[in-house]
């Protein structure tokens, strides 16, 4: 429990630097324990950046996949560099109705680690149609966003305030859906404990983080080792990754889009700043762990399992007797969603980690239902 306690400090801790708003300008601070448990709650991020509307090249910073909507660019400093995130900005579905008011309902995606805004392609259309305006970021580091590199310090907490930043800059401030797969459901759980205000409903869909893998004896492995491991990355070493971890060892046809989304950017005109930059995220995940806070977490959650999932960061170079205790996502469901405080649990005891892609229908069904 010892190791526990001090990963819970920590974060509040770290939580605590990243959102006081004086700690840019003030050299001494009175702020005390009491303040400190507060200040999450409070955290608010005022619009700090610009929005450009493009046309971009097709090749925007190192990817020339095609997105299914228009892409802008949210313009803004971050640890003092001039950075550029990408996103989608898809309106709702004009419905019959006479009536035109501004949507007040807002859903924001956050895609995984291996995935970009576009994998979201079926969700933007089932959410638009139900009335949403849907937001897709590619968070920094990804995709068609800045690719910062050795240069950047990647954290949870600071890819929520840059999304969360991207969303105030667009003046919304409240009662947004977030939704997130992977990574981007780790992420979510980090954004619901820092902008809870913020938030109608949580969905966190086969979100990594449900267990803490260096706790169960997951070595530690260099940035370095990862970077290397990153620039190694082809089709073949992804697919492979893709089949036993995500489609319980099957393959269709339209996987390999997002396969080759990957790879475009692996071999890309950034290629070494992306490797950089996704050796971090390895690391990132692996050493801040939200598992401990699931008990904090106040919004309305939904949490969306595909049973059938393995993924579990560090289970490649561990030994077999602690690859065995990882990604069990059939308990590991069931054991978070006892812990929040106000979730509801939908399994899918034939699925895989991406229930979104591998049965769309299914997937929006138990969503929208959810969402009322
Ligand atoms: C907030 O969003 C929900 C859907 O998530 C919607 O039903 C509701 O009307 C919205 N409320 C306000 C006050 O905008
Ligand atoms: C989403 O993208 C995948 C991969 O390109 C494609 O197979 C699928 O048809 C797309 N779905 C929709 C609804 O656009
Ligand atoms: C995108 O890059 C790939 C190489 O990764 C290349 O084969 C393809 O032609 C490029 N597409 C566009 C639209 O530039
Ligand atoms: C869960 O959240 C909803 C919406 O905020 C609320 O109506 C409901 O009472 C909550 N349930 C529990 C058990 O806290
Ligand atoms: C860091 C980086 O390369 N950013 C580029 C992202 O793409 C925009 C649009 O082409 C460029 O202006 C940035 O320089």
């Known amino acids: 429990m010892k190791l526990l306690t001090t990963a819970h400090s920590f974060f509040l801790i770290t939580s605590l630097l990243l959102n006081s708003p004086v700690s840019a300008t003030k050299k001494t601070t009175t702020t005390t324990s009491t303040t400190a448990t507060t200040a999450s709650a409070t955290a608010t991020a005022s619009p700090s950046g610009t929005i ?64 970009c805004g576009p994998t979201w392609n079926t969700t933007i259309l089932a959410l638009t149609a139900a009335g949403y305006r849907v937001i897709v970021p590619d968070q920094i580091g990804f995709c068609k966003s800045s690719k910062p590199g050795s240069h950047y310090q990647f954290s949870l907490q600071q890819m929520a305030l840059n999304t969360h930043s991207l969303l105030a800059t667009l003046s919304i401030t409240s009662n947004v859906t977030v939704i997130g797969h992977s990574m981007g459901g780790m992420l979510t759980a980090r954004y619901g404990l820092m902008y809870a205000s913020s938030i109608a409903n949580l969905a966190m869909v086969n979100p990594i983080g449900l267990e803490d893998w260096k706790a169960l004896g997951v070595p530690y492995l260099s940035i370095d080792a990862n970077f290397a491991t990153e620039r190694a990355s082809t089709y073949g070493s992804i697919r492979g990754y893709e089949q036993a971890t995500y489609y319980v060892g099957t393959w269709a046809p339209a996987y390999d889009v997002w396969v080759n989304m990957l790879v475009n950017i692996y071999q890309g005109s950034k290629a070494v700043a992306y490797a950089e930059g996704q050796a971090r995220v390895v690391d990132m995940v692996l050493t801040q762990p939200v598992v401990y806070e699931f008990g904090l977490l106040t919004p309305r959650t939904l949490l969306v399992i595909g049973d059938k999932d393995n993924t579990a960061i560090g289970k490649a170079w561990s030994p077999p007797d602690v690859q065995a205790k990882l990604g069990h996502y059939d308990v590991l469901g069931k054991q978070v969603a006892a812990v929040i405080p106000n979730c509801t649990l939908v399994e899918f005891a034939d699925l895989g980690h991406a229930p979104q892609i591998q049965d769309p229908d299914r997937f929006h069904e138990a969503l929208l239902s959810w969402l009322g």
């Open 52 to 115: 450009s509307n493009g046309p971009f090249p097709a090749d925007l910073n190192g990817s020339n996949f095609t997105y299914p909507f228009p892409v802008k660019l949210y313009k803004f400093v971050s640890q003092g560099l001039n950075l550029e995130m990408a996103f989608m900005d898809v309106p709702p579905k004009p419905t019959t109705s006479t009536t035109t008011t501004t949507p007040a309902k807002t859903a924001l995606l956050l895609h995984g680690k291996n995935f």
